[in-house]
């Protein structure tokens, strides 16, 4: 299986390598698309090797527009073909939206869709030769507005729609295509927040499952979708969220509750 994973630092993107490398070994050739190389990432990339996988690291910057053409292209000279990309790398950039930038707007937007779309575009001819499958990782404040996370809600909004149309539009070449939307995540990304342990308890008391999710839960999930035995699953945003989303009724004070 050969496999695109971007954002690959730490995090989520991190977890998914070594899920792929620990489930499929040396059938497996892997690209880790990173920002910058780190001492991390090489750690990682050592790590895959040791299961057997075959491992390049490429660098990419997905605020620019070639990057993502360039990730496929050195993937497909690396490997051969694709069977499947995850979109993963994402950023955070809070702030109310009556002072957002102008240029914070755009780079939320390039980083988190339009790179997406850029890396399906360019990947769609091997995805159709192999009726591979593409993977976004979205996020529950693309499904439900957040306040001030700037344009991040927005952007990932528009992400979960252009994994829905990829699929109606790519069934026919039998190319699957959906999408995770993660809750709350310990990572790299929300560490800052969860180092708080007052703030850790008082998030974990708001899901039912009483836990933060773990970068390998969503790791886990996304090895399922892409792996190629699961081959009616498409045009799917699914949440991974100890069922965080389904608790907004639960919130209006004053109904009956036996508990
Ligand atoms: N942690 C959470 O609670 C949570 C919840 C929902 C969704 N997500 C999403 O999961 C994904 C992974 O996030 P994470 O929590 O592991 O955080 P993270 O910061 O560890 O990972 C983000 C990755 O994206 C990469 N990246 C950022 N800007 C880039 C750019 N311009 N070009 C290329 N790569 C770039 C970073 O280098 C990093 O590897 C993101 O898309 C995020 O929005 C996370």
């Known amino acids: 299986m050969r496999v695109i994973v971007t954002g690959v630092s730490a995090g989520i993107g991190g977890a998914i390598c070594e899920q792929l490398a620990n489930t499929h070994g040396n059938a497996l050739s892997l690209v880790m698309c990173v920002r910058r190389s780190t001492e991390q990432v090489e750690a990682l ?3 895959c090797r040791l299961q057997g996988s075959a491992v390049m690291i490429v660098k990419a910057d997905f ?17 051969g073909s694709l069977d499947a990309i995850v979109s993963n790398a994402g950023i955070a950039d809070p702030a109310p939206l009556e002072s957002l930038e102008l240029e914070a707007w755009d780079r939320m937007f390039s980083i988190t869709c339009r790179a997406s779309w850029l890396l ?21 404040s693309g499904s439900h507005p957040h306040r001030g996370t700037g344009a991040y809600s927005s952007a990932k909004a528009a992400l979960t729609m252009l994994c829905r149309q990829l699929a109606i539009e790519w069934g026919q070449h039998g190319i699957r ?8 995540i310990r990572t790299p990304m929300t560490e800052a927040v969860y180092k708080d342990e007052r703030i850790l308890r008082a998030r974990e ?3 039912p499952l009483g836990t933060i999710g773990q970068p390998s839960d969503v790791a886990r999930l996304v090895e399922i979708l892409i792996d190629p035995t699961n081959r009616y699953v498409t045009g799917q945003n699914i949440a991974i969220d100890g069922g965080l989303s389904q608790t907004v009724l639960d919130r209006i004070p004053g109904l009956a509750r036996k508990q």
């Open 45 to 47: 990339a050592s790590a």
């Open 177 to 184: 295509v959906n999408c995770v939307s993660p809750g709350m």
């Open 120 to 140: 399906a575009k360019a990947a769609f001819p091997h995805l159709r030769d192999s009726r591979g499958s593409f993977v976004a990782i979205s996020s529950q």
């Open 63 to 79: 605020s620019q527009p070639e990057a993502p053409a360039e990730v496929v292209g050195r993937a497909v000279e690396g490997f």
């Open 205 to 207: 008391a708001i899901v």
